[in-house]
């Protein structure tokens, strides 16, 4: 079975730009997650979806952050524009209700 | 205000040991405790989720316990191996909802 897939797993981009994160969640999973990890904060919730309709975004840092799930095999994250402080490693995780859920490997964003 | 405690430190073993490790929490009433193990550059994987009415649970050479008056959750994994070594989280999750808050992780290094 194939996991959760994220892509790119590196982004390296200049403050301003928009950046766009994708996430492929596993077929049948019913729940997707957003999550942003650093040093400082560690591993935080941005926003989930249940059957596609975004549940709970209260973790979006700023409006500068949106996240679509347009279908349920496919949801993106957008940041725009970009600043330094997004730098981070971003992961998208899904679930069947109220299983463990299953992290993609991230993607490492980088905004100089 | 709210917290979730895992030592920052690194913990140091010999193979063959059974490492601890602990997550403390503070200001809030978990259902379920879970733990994921972080391999470098990669997501979370699950290991073990406990709820609010178990005192223990156990999965081949793993064992978590969970003390809700202590606000406390302790991680056995016996006989350890190189291959353990890894940064371990705790996350909780509350009544009715299935968002997971992370512990900042320990870090295990098993020497051979």
């Known amino acids: 079975d194939a996991g959760v897939i994220q892509s790119p797993r590196h982004e390296v981009t200049e403050m301003g730009q928009e950046v766009t994160l994708r996430c492929k969640p596993i077929?049948?999973?019913?729940?997707l997650f957003w999550y942003r990890q650093t040093m400082m904060r560690g591993l935080e919730l941005l926003i989930y979806?249940?059957?596609?309709?975004?549940?709970?975004d209260s973790g979006m840092p700023e409006d500068r952050f949106s996240a679509k799930m347009p279908n349920a095999s496919f949801s993106t994250l957008k940041i725009q524009p970009s600043e330094p402080r997004d730098s981070a490693v971003y992961f998208c995780a899904s679930s069947f209700g109220s299983e463990p859920q299953h992290f993609g490997d991230g993607t490492r964003l980088s905004i100089l | 205000s709210q917290k979730i405690e895992q030592n920052s430190e690194a913990l140091n073993i010999q193979e063959g040991k059974t490492a601890t490790l602990t997550c403390n929490y503070t200001n809030y009433s978990p259902a379920y405790l879970q733990w994921y193990r972080q391999d470098p550059g990669r997501g979370p994987v699950f290991l073990l989720l406990?709820?609010?009415?178990?005192k223990e649970k156990r999965k081949e050479r793993l064992k978590v316990t969970f003390d809700t008056t202590l606000k406390q959750s302790l991680f056995h994994i016996t006989a350890s191996q190189p291959a353990d070594s890894a940064t371990y989280l705790c996350a909780l999750s509350m009544d009715s909802s299935y968002k997971l808050i992370f512990g900042s992780g320990t870090r295990l290094l098993v020497r051979p």
């Open positions: 077929s049948g999973h019913d729940y």
């Open positions: 979806f249940n059957n596609n309709v975004p549940i709970d």
């Open positions: 406990i709820r609010e009415n178990e």
